[in-house]
């Protein structure tokens, strides 16, 4: 590249750059697998060094060695990918690839993992995530993924991950660094040579920087070298991490179609301005990485990242003087740390593998040496010299030390450790590092035991502690507080220097077997087995262990990698687990030494109070899950503990005098308390020292005491031996004040598992005051969870306080019951959380604890309690609002900080979201009424500091509490709470934010059914019409209420609820002229679909309202804003929902002019959605008709239709009638014989044919009510037919005498026309009436008890069928020339259709029945044979062949339709129905064919 391109390439060049140079350097990569191994064993090789590093008494949770796990797992999975030819098992293996890997990928990269550093994971799941994409062709990905490593570990990207293409994209970026830095060290090295003023600037130095030049500097010029090194490679990472960005930058923006601001770009800037800019290539003494062993480990970059003054990072470990006594020196020329040439002047220090010294480096090839003598020796730095430096063996000495071929897995005689290709090492590392059998002492010393062999005795010596063993067997029932007490461990009470029971392992031999059998121990934890279960592959794990390796995901066996078929695990494997306990039994300290723990384990430390001894249990931390606006208040707890504490002066109260004689008294009950096997004596023991405690005064002499680990261990015992109340009592009390005073009395407590399961139990079987002890614990939710403390915990809070206690403790059993109570609920989450709750509000804890809410030390936590069931249940907010107080409320929100007034807010924004309006008004009131200040004012200014996510809850509030009363024409409060609203929907950058804000204006609705669901958009579709959504979530409310209660008060609530709507609508639509709307034209543009949903209820719900408000001026703003979006949706939706809302919406507007002749502009592409609606929804056919009476809607663009097929029943006859019900069409043929059709997918499919008339079937009915099917034929019977959805059956055959032409019927009579005049009146029961109105009946249609005949001489005659009375309905224009007759009528919606010859240009007319008048003609002057209507159309057949499209609203003409003649001769249309709810239409001609249309 060249060497400088940042002003001859725009953004789209950088982007082709980057797709072309990465996509090379990745698919050379991929086509190398050779050097992909090598790269992963050398990366390995990095995290096995840092093992070296690494305390080994560490231990690391299996979820920590998981994550190392998934990422070699992915790693073999993305190489499996590679190799594979098959593409189903390429794309799956990259699937379980990208999974594994992006559990690293995520990782928060200033956290360790294992011990290794998160940034070094995170860039190389990211290396391998690139690998990924490009399998799955897509380039832009990869760059991206790669451009992400080197932004997250810049250091390792471009020395060990991809150092060419570092050199490729980011080096011609560093030429001012480069230059900077090579004058730099010109200078420097210019006042090392004598007699440089001789020499040119530009003059090679090269010649004389060799190792006699290192070596005669001065100290400080090797400082200033080390310095500039450090500061330039820092500036190398610095702005590799900001050109990377650059890069993502110009990637993401290349690729997204949205206009985005083209990212500028950075400038390198180096650490100081250089003198002038170097154009010559780069001097060969420039490096731009350190030639840093793959053995080196994490440490010194660690360290270099952590002090800016630290080890330089050209050479780790080079230290400043002032830092380290030992140093380190490699051979820069072979990768390989070297001794020193003086080292033999000094003695080794053999233990330095097991140092936690984080400086030190791998012991592979690699020695520390001491250096006092010389200050040239700490600042040597062999990067400088191109020469070796003469090695040196140290001699073999006698002192004790570890035998280092065992230091690493796999050593070769040399020391040198073989690199690893698996990561799996490090769980292995962890657990299983081989231990020597032989060594006379333990490998696995601390930090604090790295000693020279001069010391080594000495040392040693001191390092001996005597502790007291932290397992103490009891045998005990918690469910019932019977415990036994059993022989006391063999342990010495002496102070100093005396053997425990389990002391440390630093000097003394080990037991004959250093480690417990493979078999024992679980792969994935590296720990004794506890439950053993044994998988179908043969393998065995920890339950919990493959529990949790279950619950990631995985489907298969970790070890074999065979899938697993059950998702059940087996039962315990009890002969391994027996075998387990019989070992245990033979070796005890090794057991409790490998013995499973779920929390982590520390090394072992000391206390500082010099006279004691502490257990050398290992110490357990317990963090706490709990939400954060709990932590703040956890810290004011601890800090009120510790003021407590800090009360007592030691010399304040009594002499030093009464502090021994006390001390003094103690000792024997502190004696017997430890040693005793007599329970009474133990218990009589513990109340003495507690009245010596009381006389003592809390004594900082007598606590330094009282907390030596036996005595603790000694009351732990009492606790879980003694029946006696008030001894338990007396216990936790004194455990709770010498835990004030040290917290490591916790860490005791808490070293053994039963020691918690202890005060579990007494909590449970009524001991209150355990609670304190537990609560000061702080026990992690995990545990808290495991116990079900829930039920004993609201009894706590239940009982009444005992006055007059003697024993004072540091909080109220009460309070602690209800700190404890949050900390469950709020821990875990969203789903435990809502089973807390529901736990809580099922045991009755919501009345207990709001009476508690007059404890001012507890108030915000009941607060949050009750927010958190409120969430979990929201139809417990009517039980809550009913009882509260309040002024407690408020109270806690003007004391309160911003995180106490935050949980204040949420909870009064959800108390008045009630399904009862008046009642939600009264809790406003009370609230506005209600506390020492003025409520509302309070609330403004909190509005106003408050942070982003509590703006919306707190504008909500203060608007309703505004809205009690009418709306005044100006309110301060109004104004900011409606503009905070409208400014939270405008942060498009934060969604959270505004979906908070769109929340709260629904709540702003008022609309919430008892279980406190809202139901705005229900009602909103109700109105629509669409009431299916309503009735499902009102069915509930309905039937937990009775009639009577439900009648009185919906008027009521109706009437309230309606106020409370116009008052809110009012108010947010005027505010700012309507400026809520431009916002929310916002947001419906958003790319999250709930977002757009939420959106739109509350769009349509505004724009609902303006039909209901005087016309301020705002509907015009309404409609710029909204009316395009509505629109949208209603075209691109798939969500019937939606489309209603906005048809509803759209209502509004076209009681609006100028917005009517707007919709107008999209009525060609919105008619046939609308269309399609109006079977849902009534609004449609409202807007319908608005745009029909638009002049600038041209009706001939609202048709389409297109023929969909044709069938051929020649065979039959003529097609003599069609009917359509329900998804099938039935036709009647000449031939006698009926068929029915499956219409459902518009492709007609027969489904049944049957011919049980003799002659042609001339007409079919079936009534409005769908029943039954009525048949007239030639053969002179009408027939009854019942209809099933697969086939029709014959009822009954009534013989009428006459041909029947035409037939209308119900389930009482049957009107038929026959060749006579007038027609005839048939009642089942065999009696023919005649009614003669001495004219020709052709089409005949009943509607109710009428009955209308279109007659020859251009007339339809209505005929009454109860008193079987005819008069005209319509008297036509009679001609002298031609026969004018009505051939066809229809009846729907109240309209009667009718047509027949043209007269004068009309060939039918269209009239009302309900006021007998002529609404519209037909303007043709083809007579109309048959007519068909549906919701939108008229059809009308002539003779011909033609088909005819009206336009039902206005009988207007818009298009015509002809029918195929596939024969050749002159067929005509002879029958014709349409489909009302797919939009079909169907045609039946005289040559036997049926043919279909699709209306759009």
């Known amino acids: 590249m060249a060497g400088n391109y940042r002003f001859a390439m725009d953004q789209k060049d950088i982007v082709r750059l980057m797709i072309a140079s990465v996509g090379s350097f990745i698919q050379d990569r991929l086509i190398n697998q050779e050097e992909r191994t090598q790269h992963k064993e050398q990366c390995a090789e990095r995290l096995a060094a840092e093992d070296g590093s690494n305390d080994k008494d560490s231990e690391f949770r299996y979820s920590d060695q998981a994550v190392l796990a998934n990422l070699d797992w992915g790693i073999e999975a993305l190489e499996e990918a590679i190799n594979t030819s098959n593409m189903e098992t390429k794309l799956a293996r990259l699937d379980y690839a990208e999974k594994m890997l992006q559990v690293c990928a995520m990782l928060d990269s200033d956290q360790q993992t294992a011990g290794v550093p998160n940034f070094y994971l995170s860039a190389w799941a990211h290396l391998n995530l690139s690998y990924l994409w490009k399998l799955r062709n897509n380039v832009h990905n990869s760059v991206l993924h790669v451009l992400e490593m080197f932004s997250i570990d810049p250091f390792f990207s471009r020395i060990d991950f991809a150092p060419e293409l570092w050199k490729e994209l980011f080096l011609p970026q560093m030429s001012s660094i480069v230059g900077w830095y090579s004058e730099a060290r010109h200078r420097l090295v210019m006042e090392a040579i004598p007699d440089s003023s001789d020499l040119s600037f530009t003059a090679d130095l090269d010649q004389f920087f060799n190792e006699s030049l290192i070596f005669s500097m001065r100290p400080e010029q090797v400082e200033k070298l080390q310095q500039l090194e450090q500061l330039y490679g820092d500036s190398l990472d610095e702005n590799t991490r900001m050109f990377a960005k650059y890069y993502k930058d110009c990637m993401n923006s290349d690729s997204n179609t949205r206009p985005k601001v083209i990212p500028m770009l950075p400038i390198a800037e180096p650490p100081a301005t250089p003198l002038h800019e170097f154009s010559r290539s780069i001097p060969d003494y420039v490096k731009f990485g350190p030639v840093l062993p793959k053995s080196a480990g994490f440490s010194a970059v660690l360290k270099s990242k952590s002090n800016m003054r630290g080890p330089n990072r050209m050479n780790v470990t080079s230290m400043p003087s002032q830092d380290l006594d030992e140093s380190l020196v490699w051979d820069p020329q072979g990768d390989m740390l070297e001794e020193n040439e003086y080292e033999s002047d000094y003695e080794p220090v053999d233990d330095y593998i097991n140092s936690g010294n984080p400086n030190s480096a791998s012991p592979s090839g690699a020695k ?95 390092q001996k502690s005597s502790t007291r063993n932290s397992s ?123 013995s499973y723990s779920e929390t982590p384990k520390h090394s ?88 010596l405690w009381k006389e003592s005064k809390g004594d900082p002499g007598v606590h330094a005491y009282l907390l030596k680990p036996t005595i603790i261990n000694g009351f732990a015992e009492i606790l879980s031996a003694s029946l006696s109340r008030e001894v338990l009592r007396t216990s936790v009390y004194i455990l709770s004040e010498l835990m004030v005073a040290d917290e490591s009395v916790g860490d005791i407590l808490t070293s053994v598992d039963s020691d918690f399961d202890c005060l579990a139990a007494l909590l449970k079987n009524g001991l209150g005051e355990a609670a304190v002890l537990i609560y000061q614990l702080r026990p992690a939710f995990a545990q808290l969870s495991a116990h079900e403390f829930i039920p004993s915990l609201v009894q706590l809070v239940l009982n009444k306080t005992e006055e007059f206690d003697e024993l004072q403790f540091v909080m109220e059993p009460k309070d602690a019951a209800i700190e404890m109570l949050e900390q469950i609920l709020m821990g875990g989450d969203k789903k435990s959380r809502s089973i807390t709750a529901l736990s809580l509000i099922s045991t009755n804890g919501i009345p207990a604890l709001i009476k508690c809410l007059d404890r001012v030390e507890v108030r915000r936590s009941i607060v949050s309690i009750l927010l958190c069931c409120m969430h979990a249940d929201k139809s417990c907010k009517s039980l809550i609002a009913k009882r509260i107080e309040l002024s407690h409320v408020l109270d806690l929100f003007h004391d309160g900080n911003d995180s106490v007034r935050g949980i204040c807010i949420n909870f009064l924004s959800e108390l008045v979201l009630l399904n009862r309006r008046t009642f939600s008004n009264q809790i406003l009131q009370v609230i506005r009424d209600e506390g020492a200040f003025s409520t509302m004012h309070t609330f403004l200014v909190y509005l106003q500091m408050a942070p982003m996510e509590q703006q919306p809850a707190t504008a909500s509030v203060l608007l309703q509490l505004d809205l009690l009363v009418e709306p005044r024409k100006m309110s301060m409060y109004r104004e900011e709470a409606v503009e905070a609203l409208i400014e939270a929907l405008r942060r498009k950058d934060f969604p959270n934010s505004q979906m908070m804000a769109l929340d709260a204006l629904l709540s702003l609705t008022g609309r919430f059914t008892f279980s406190g669901k809202s139901y705005t958009e229900a009602l909103l579709l109700k109105i629509a019409g669409f009431d299916q959504p309503y009735n499902a979530l009102m069915k509930p409310e309905r039937l937990s209420k009775p009639e009577s209660e439900m009648v009185e008060s919906m008027e009521e609530e109706e009437q309230a609820a309606c106020s409370w709507e116009k008052r809110v609508a009012f108010v947010l639509c005027n505010h700012e002229k309507g400026s809520i709307f431009k916002a929310l034209e916002e947001c419906l543009k958003s790319n999250s679909l709930e977002m757009a949903k939420s959106c739109l209820v509350i769009a349509a719900w505004l724009t609902h309202m303006l039909s209901t408000l005087p016309d301020t001026g705002v509907r015009g703003t309404a409609r710029r804003s909204l009316l395009d979006e509505f629109i949208n949706v209603l075209q691109s939706s798939r969500n019937l929902e939606e489309k209603i809302l906005t048809a509803l919406a759209l209502k509004t507007f076209i009681s609006d002019p100028v917005a009517l002749e707007e919709l107008g502009k999209y009525a060609k592409c919105i008619y046939g959605t609308l269309r399609k609606l109006k079977k849902y929804t009534a609004v449609v056919t409202d ?42 069409v039935l036709s009647s043929h000449s031939d006698g014989t009926i068929k029915m059709w499956d219409s459902g997918k518009r492709v007609l499919r027969l489904i049944k044919e049957v011919r049980e008339h003799t002659k042609a079937v001339t007409c079919l009915y079936v009534p409005s009510s769908g029943d039954k099917l009525y048949s007239g034929s030639l053969d002179k019977t009408i027939r009854v037919w019942s209809i099933k959805p697969e086939e029709i059956h014959c009822l009954q055959v009534h013989n009428v005498k006459e041909a029947v032409h035409e037939l209308a019927a119900n389930a009482e009579i049957a009107c038929f026309v026959s060749p006579a005049t007038g027609v005839k009146v048939y009642n089942w029961s065999g009696a023919i009436k005649h009614i003669n109105f001495n004219k020709h009946v052709k089409s005949l249609v009943m509607t109710g008890d009428k009955l209308y005949c279109g007659c020859s001489g251009y007339s339809i005659q209505e005929v009454d069928l109860g008193n079987l009375t005819s008069n005209t309905f319509y008297a036509g224009t009679k001609k002298l020339l031609g026969k004018q007759t009505i051939h066809s009528l229809h009846m729907h919606n109240g309209l009667l259709f009718a047509g027949g010859s043209s007269v004068d240009g009309t060939a039918g007319k269209v009239f009302s029945i309900s006021s007998k008048t002529a609404v519209g003609s037909f303007t043709t002057g083809i007579d109309i044979q048959h007519l068909a209507v549906n919701s939108d159309f008229i059809f009308t057949a002539t003779k011909c062949g033609t088909i005819e499209v009206w336009l039902k609203e206005r009988v207007t003409r818009v298009a015509s339709v002809k029918a195929n003649n596939s024969g050749g001769g002159h067929a005509k249309i002879t029958c014709m129905v349409a489909d009302n709810d797919v939009g079909m239409l169907y045609a039946g001609s005289s040559d036997g064919k049926i043919q279909a249309w699709a209306l759009e």
């Not at 006698?398 to 040399?414: A, E, M, R």
């Not at 608005?1186 to 609202?1198: C, I, K």
């Not at 044709?1206 to 069609?1218: I, K, M, R, W």
């Open 604 to 691: 072992f430390g000391s206390s500082p109070l010099k006279d004691m001894t502490l257990a050398s249990s290992p110490s357990r931390t317990f963090n706490f899950h709990i939400h954060n606006n709990t932590n703040d208040h956890i810290n004011e707890r601890r800090k009120r503990f510790t003021q407590a504490a800090k009360s007592t002066s030691p010399t304040s109260v009594i002499s030093q005098a009464s502090v021994e004689t006390i001390i003094n008294g103690l000792k024997p009950y502190v004696t017997c308390l430890c040693t005793s096997e007599n329970l009474q004596e133990c218990e009589t023991a513990v109340l003495a020292i507690a009245r």
């Open 472 to 594: 103490r067997p009891r045998s005990m029932s918690y469910e019932n507080v019977n415990i036994v007490l059993l022989e006391n461990s063999p342990c010495n009470e002496s102070d100093e220097g005396s053997q425990s029971c389990n002391s440390l392992p630093c000097s003394e031999k080990m037991t004959s077997r250093s480690r417990p059998p493979k078999d024992f121990v679980c792969p994935i934890t590296g720990q004794i087995f506890n439950d053993p279960v044994t998988l179908e592959t043969g393998q065995t794990y920890e339950r919990k262990a493959i529990q949790e390796w279950l619950k990631r995901g995985n489907t298969t066996c970790p070890i074999t990698r065979q899938p697993l078929c059950s998702n059940s695990l087996p039962k315990t494997n009890y002969v391994l687990k027996r075998l387990i306990t019989s070992w245990k039994e033979q070796y005890p300290d090794l057991a409790q030494e490998f």
């Open 1183 to 1224: 807007i319908q008709k608005a745009l029909m009476n638009l002049s600038s809607v041209n009706a001939t663009e609202l048709w389409h239709c297109t023929e969909v097929t044709e069938l051929d029943s020649s065979t039959n006859g003529e097609v003599l009638s069609l009917i359509h019900l329900e998804g099938r």
């Open 368 to 462: 520390m040496i001491k250096d006092e003598e010389s200050e040239l020796k700490e600042h040597v730095n062999p990067i400088f010299s191109p020469i070796d430096s003469p090695k040196t063996r140290s001699p073999k000495i006698s002192s004790p030390k570890p035998d280092l071929q065992n230091l690493s897995p796999k050593t070769d005689v040399h020391g040198r450790k073989e690199p690893k290709s698996l990561l799996r090492l490090l769980s292995s590392r962890i657990s299983h590092s081989p231990v020597p059998t032989s060594s006379p002492s333990s490998p696995q010393l601390s930090k604090d035991y790295s000693i020279s062999s001069a010391d080594s005795d000495g040392e040693l010596e001191k």
